[in-house]
């Protein structure tokens, strides 16, 4: 998307090259945080004492949480109609890949693989039953990481040696 060249950049609150200051002179009407960035709120909070308010949206533990932030964001900026509209386009397109792996699912292999789920955002990052985890979980596969990460988290090499995963799944999403 060439708009994209023209969207100011703000920097990353985890990398730590988040530019207050920035975000301040844009003027935006508001600020949305995912909830898992709360711990950053001693910078954000900055941005609350210039007016402009910080709104924390918890996307939930599933593949389906996006669908709620959107329409609470919906809902908090007057665009219901907009945030339907996507809402109903993620649906459709998770009932594909849930329909998919429905058929795949009954064709009996899954559970018979141990998978590692490498999350692409550092080494040994992984995610429990959660996103692409969730998936896993609807397939039948032993997910190495539910239950050692309770949403995202690292896993050690050495756990992952040791579990020894027929199958590894790297999403590169970083």
């Known amino acids: 998307m060439p708009q994209i060249a023209h969207i ?5 609150l985890y990398r730590g090259t988040f530019d207050v200051e920035k975000v301040i002179s844009l003027r935006p009407d508001v600020v949305f945080a995912d909830k898992s ?9 900055k941005i609350e004492a ?19 932030s959107i329409l609470i964001i919906g809902l908090l900026t007057g665009k219901v109609k907009k945030a339907k509209e996507i809402a109903s386009w993620i649906l459709s397109k998770l ?3 849930f329909s998919r792996l429905k058929e795949v ?21 992984t995610q429990g039953r959660y996103g692409w985890g969730e998936m896993l979980y609807n397939l039948g596969a032993i ?6 990460v309770p949403r995202i988290g690292e896993i050690s ?8 995963p027929d199958i590894w799944i790297i999403t ?3």
Not at 37 to 43: D, H, I, N, P, V
Not at 50 to 68: E, L, N, Y
Not at 111 to 120: A, D
Request: with cysteine; proline share 5%; charged share 25%.
């Open 95 to 97: 009932y594909l890949v």
């Open 105 to 125: 699912k009954n064709l009996g292999l899954w559970h018979r693989y141990k998978v590692f789920l490498e999350r692409g955002y550092r080494l040994w990052y």
């Open 50 to 68: 210039a007016g402009i308010p910080v709104v924390f949206i918890d996307h939930g533990k599933t593949v389906f949480g996006p669908v709620r």
């Open 37 to 45: 960035q709360y711990r950053f709120y001693s910078m954000l909070k």
């Open 172 to 174: 590169c999403s970083w």
């Open 157 to 164: 090499p050495e756990y992952v040696i040791k579990f020894n």
């Open 8 to 12: 100011p950049d703000i920097d990353d």
């Open 143 to 148: 997910n190495i990481a539910e239950g050692k």
